[in-house]
């Protein structure tokens, strides 16, 4: 063991950390009688101890104001949505008027592709990836079967080569570029949610654009995990949920990103509703759908105000930590967290225990292949205090989040993992 393994390192890099202070912002579950080691972010973040008081708020207003609330609230219902117009752009590198908190996810995905899965008698493929979150398999046959099409010959899911988890990104490329003329839609997750894999976005939809398709990205495992650039990238759609690493609480209010070159485009089609409709003339109440020539106008009902109240607290705290001084310190949290591991590996008692499946192109996110009695590694993590993901039949997925995670978290995982008596 090194000089890593030990506890005072971790305390002490825990001393260095600029961001230590926003951990007592959250309320950390316990287990087993004391706080958790809680690293299952990247599948519900953990409840900012802001959050109560923000929906308070709402309730409040509603009952003092009742439908008053909608012009008369501290945040006012009618335009409730419009506040995260900034914070979220800059979580996903757009432009405010690319961004709109909005549904769930997988209805979100379904919305976009009704706008950006057009297929034709020659265009009609749909490229994605082997493995996906089980969700996005099932929108994308089913888009495939609303239009006609067989699911089989619409879908091309890219595999990974022999012996590997994660994906090649030439792989990825290749299949792009090979269906040419016959491709519609590159739809993968910016992050995989399995391995944790990063897509390399930008390069994604560059080649995709050549050969004449649309590129959209699901970033329910990238968004406040990773940087993003969405505009700057070319990308042209994105959703994700807010209740993984955006620690709004579960089933929150998810959201869109479209590129202003469709959302200001009034050809573009969209499904119509009147919270998309212009602002101005919305309560004329008049027959003519007039799109707000943003992202907002692919809202169609009224914002769901309580759990968006739950997104403010969060965005709040986003915004306060900075992404680009979260990611820093994910990159050094989640490489100390690895470098552990890997010395765990060594040990006797541990060799051929499990290989770490996620590639160098990474954010938060560590995914563990048992080879052997990985469940019962996993329910005596349990039973030592460690909230981590089980994934059937043989993966831990571990996510130190860097908002509330802390070296001596990483430290604890790999302790007590260095304990389970094989
Ligand atoms: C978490 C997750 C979902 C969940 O979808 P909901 O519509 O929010 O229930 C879908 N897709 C991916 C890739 C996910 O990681």
Redesign the pocket.
């Known amino acids: 063991m090194s000089q890593d393994f030990t506890s005072e390192t971790a305390l002490a890099l825990d001393q260095q950390d600029e961001l230590r202070a926003f951990r007592s912002r959250f309320l950390i579950p316990p287990l087993q009688g004391k706080e958790s080691v809680y690293l299952c972010g990247n599948s519900l973040g953990l409840q900012p101890k802001t959050t109560a008081a923000s929906i308070q708020q709402e309730l409040d207003d509603w009952a003092k104001l009742g439908v008053e609330g909608h012009v008369h609230g501290r945040r006012p219902w009618l335009s409730y949505h419009e506040q995260f117009a900034a914070p979220l752009a800059r979580l996903t590198g757009a432009l405010p008027e690319e961004v709109v908190a909005m549904n769930?996810?997988?209805?979100n995905l379904h919305i976009l592709m009704i706008s950006f899965y057009r297929p034709t008698a020659q265009r009609y493929r749909i490229i994605c990836e082997e493995k996906a979150?089980p969700?996005?398999s099932y929108a994308l046959q089913s888009q495939a079967l609303l239009h006609g099409l067989q699911p089989a010959d619409v879908i091309h899911e890219i595999k990974p080569r022999v012996g590997q988890a994660h994906l090649e990104e030439e792989d990825i490329l290749e299949a792009i570029r090979a269906e040419g003329d016959a491709l519609a839609l590159v739809m993968i997750?910016g992050v995989n949610?399995y391995t944790g894999q990063v897509f390399d976005m930008e390069r994604i939809t560059r080649e995709t654009h050549a050969v004449g398709a649309i590129a959209g990205f699901?970033l329910?495992?990238a968004i406040g995990n990773i940087e993003l650039n969405l505009h700057a990238w070319n990308v042209d759609f994105a959703a994700w949920?807010s209740y993984?690493y955006l620690n709004s609480g579960p089933g929150s209010v998810?959201g869109i990103y479209i590129h202003e070159k469709h959302a200001s485009n009034p050809d573009t089609f969209r499904l119509a509703g009147w919270w998309g409709h212009d602002k101005a003339s919305r309560f004329k109440m008049e027959p003519e759908f007039v799109p707000i020539p943003t992202a907002e106008s692919w809202q169609m009902s009224n914002a769901p105000v309580l759990s968006m109240a739950a997104l403010k607290a969060s965005l709040d705290i986003f915004d306060e930590a900075g992404m680009d001084r979260l990611v820093a310190k994910s990159r050094k949290l989640t490489a100390y967290l690895h470098k552990l591991l890997e010395e765990l590996q060594q040990m006797p008692l541990h060799q051929g225990l499990f290989s770490i499946i996620t590639p160098k192109q990474r954010g938060c996110q560590l995914s563990l292949l048992f080879h052997r009695d990985g469940k019962k590694a996993f329910d005596y993590l349990f039973a030592h205090g460690v909230i981590a993901d089980w994934r059937e039949p043989d993966v831990i997925r571990i996510a130190p989040a860097p908002l509330y995670n802390s070296y001596t978290d990483a430290f604890q995982f790999a302790h007590i993992l260095s304990q389970f008596n094989v």
């Open positions: 769930g996810l997988t209805v979150f969700s996005d997750g949610y699901d329910a495992h949920c993984k998810a």
